[in-house]
């Protein structure tokens, strides 16, 4: 294990100032969510601050977890029990720090899901749409034609067969793209000119939107999609302070 450490409160300073957390509308607190230890030397990123993550990170010995879904959603029941008592305790008694960044890691330039997300299909993105632009625009790689060629690139790229709605023989060029629940920016990105959108959920209204837009749907998996911005924050963090750095994936079908 690496001997380096940084200070907690300087991390967040410089993750905040990094990702830009005071540009958003957010609905939930972005950065030091549950406080731990002063010094952070080993850090574990996941997707979700679940038990089985919390498990996993204090069974390796980290002091700190990177997640992209943390805590105190607003809307949700503020009382401490149940599973949150549970998850809390876990992270209280073993005086383990949670870090959590939510839109502003979808968004984020280079760290980001969409543009990590962008990068492993190979898009070309030219812009952005919707909502404090959190949808990114593109370009598809000169070797996809079709709908049917993006879906096994995202087959291949994500490990997971993505839904489709729409003709898998439609040539496509221009794309939208925004990982997880952002099946509601659909309306945004027709509005933007593209042929195809991706996202990770897909609701009802959702299918009827893409059929009759004929602009094709591909649902291609909350968790699938929210993987690569959480290991690209992690290590940045693991060169830019020179402390440890490890991604777990806990499996989710969803």
């Not at 837009?213 to 959480?230: D, I, K, M, N, W």
């Amino acid at each position: 294990m690496s001997g380096n450490k940084v200070n907690r409160n300087m991390l967040e300073l410089h993750l905040a100032s990094t990702l830009d957390i005071n540009r958003f509308r957010d609905y939930c607190p972005n950065g030091l969510q549950v406080e731990g230890g002063e010094q952070v030397q080993y850090v574990v990123s996941g997707v979700t601050a679940s038990l089985a993550l919390i498990d996993a990170a204090l069974e390796k010995g980290a002091d700190t977890l990177l997640v992209h879904h943390g805590y105190f959603w607003k809307g949700e029941d503020p009382r401490v029990v149940g599973h949150r008592q549970k998850r809390l305790k876990l992270l209280l008694e073993n005086n383990v720090n949670l870090f959590a960044y939510h839109l502003p890691l979808d968004a984020h330039p280079q760290l980001g899901n969409n543009a990590q997300l962008g990068e492993r299909l190979g898009l070309k993105p030219e812009g952005s749409f919707g909502d404090q632009n959190l949808g990114w625009l593109g370009v598809t790689p000169p070797a996809i034609n079709t709908v049917r060629d993006l879906a096994c690139l995202v087959e291949r790229s994500l490990g997971r067969a993505p839904l489709v709605i729409g003709n898998l023989d439609q040539v496509v060029s221009r794309v939208g793209w925004c990982t997880g629940a952002a099946q509601n920016a659909l309306a945004d990105a027709i509005a933007a000119g593209v042929g195809v959108y991706l996202s990770g959920e897909i609701s009802e209204q959702t299918v009827h939107l893409a059929r009759e837009s004929q602009v094709a749907y591909l649902a291609c998996g909350h968790h699938a999609t929210e993987r690569f911005g959480v290991q690209a924050l992690g290590q940045y963090i693991e060169k830019q302070f020179g402390i440890r750095h490890e991604f777990v994936d806990v499996p989710n079908p969803v």
